[in-house]
């Protein structure tokens, strides 16, 4: 079987959730090969199918921007040939695996909500055009270079070999131009990542501005919150919260519309959510046409309710 390389994330040696759903996809493909920068915990890696683990240790890897890291994995693509690239499609992993894409002259697929393999061709799925259209897709030249949007899969353990193997790499001055100067700095609400998230409960202009209920159901369910943009542009939430077009896309387990009209854009940003709650005073509201469960009320009333149900069980 052909290996497949996966880039992991892992801040303060931690593994990722996306990455483990990239480790669970990889082994659709062939042998998964976790390539880690720094530290990650290899128990982690290995109890999720990994069979090689490249680790490359080096502060140049954590002084420097994406620039060395896209020049040891388009090294290690040269040397391994792999039948994929699985790269998380954060803002750092898009960046990363189109530079690999360039330097190793393969083709980039971004965003993929779905990786299958039917012999040797991998065959990617996608969400475009604002949720209006899904594609298929395939690299023609080169080992496909793909970025994975979070939540496409659940993890699924699955014993690996795990064998660890140091690896080293030429990093040119060039790919050494731009300093990573402050290190990121953690959200202080508790909640877990937007867009890595199992659970979403969004506000919109219906909050009136208020997020309390929404921020208290999020809590009750350990969800993380999000925003419409009418709720950003507002001032009543930040902007690293907006979910659709010109915001965040997220595809959570469960996404929870409160006081949202499901406009388009909106739509583009959490369409591919497993299952869709709204809360809406309007019965006619257009985000009525895309839920699962929907209620019609005003969200002041259903909130709290909804909150005490969950913290009873
Ligand atoms: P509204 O459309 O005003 O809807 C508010 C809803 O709340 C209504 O349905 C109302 O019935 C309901 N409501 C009111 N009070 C209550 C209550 N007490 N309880 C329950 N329900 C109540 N929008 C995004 O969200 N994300 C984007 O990324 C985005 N990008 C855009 C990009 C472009 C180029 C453009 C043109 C627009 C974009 N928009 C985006 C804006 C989008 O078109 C809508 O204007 C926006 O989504 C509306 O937000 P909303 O649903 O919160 O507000």
Redesign the pocket.
């Known amino acids: 079987m052909t290996e497949v390389l996966v880039l992991i994330d892992a801040p303060d040696g931690k593994v990722t959730k996306p990455s483990l759903e990239l480790l669970t996809i990889a082994r659709r493909i062939g042998e998964p090969s976790a390539v880690v920068f720094g530290a990650a915990d290899t128990d982690t890696l290995k109890q999720y199918g990994a069979e090689k683990i490249y680790t490359y240790d080096d502060s140049v890897y954590a002084d420097f921007l994406v620039g060395p890291k896209a020049e040891a994995l388009a090294q290690l693509v040269s040397e391994t040939s792999p039948a994929a690239v699985l790269v998380g499609a954060s803002t750092e992993g898009k960046e990363i695996s189109a530079r690999v894409a360039l330097k190793t002259e393969s083709g980039w697929i971004s965003d993929a909500v779905d990786v299958q393999a039917d012999g040797d061709t991998v065959t990617t799925t996608q969400s475009v055009f604002a949720g209006n259209f899904t594609v298929k897709s395939q690299v023609t030249k080169g080992a496909p270079i793909i970025t994975v949007k979070p939540n496409s899969t659940t993890p699924e353990a699955a014993d690996g070999a795990g064998t660890v193997e140091a690896k080293t790499a030429e990093i040119s001055d060039a790919a050494k131009t731009a300093k990573v100067t402050s290190t990121k700095v953690k959200e202080a609400s508790g909640r877990p990542e937007l867009t890595e998230a199992a659970i979403v409960v969004s506000g919109?202009?219906?909050t009136?501005g208020d997020f309390t209920e929404v921020e208290a159901f999020a809590d009750s369910l350990g969800a993380a919150v999000g925003a419409?943009?009418?709720?950003v542009d507002s001032g009543w939430y930040p902007h690293s919260f907006?979910?659709?077009?010109?915001?965040k896309t997220v595809s959570p387990q469960l996404y929870v519309a409160?006081?949202?009209?499901?406009?388009i854009?909106?739509r583009a940003?959490m369409q591919t959510s497993k299952t869709i709650i709204a809360?809406?005073?309007?019965d006619e509201?257009p985000i009525f046409e895309l839920v699962d469960f929907g209620v019609v009320?005003?969200?002041?009333a259903v909130l709290p309710q909804a909150t005490d149900e969950v913290k009873k069980r």
Request: without cysteine.
């Open positions: 919109g202009r219906g009136g419409s943009r009418a709720a907006q979910v659709g077009q010109t915001g409160n006081g949202i009209s499901g406009a854009q909106h940003g809360i809406n005073k309007d509201a009320g005003d969200l002041k």
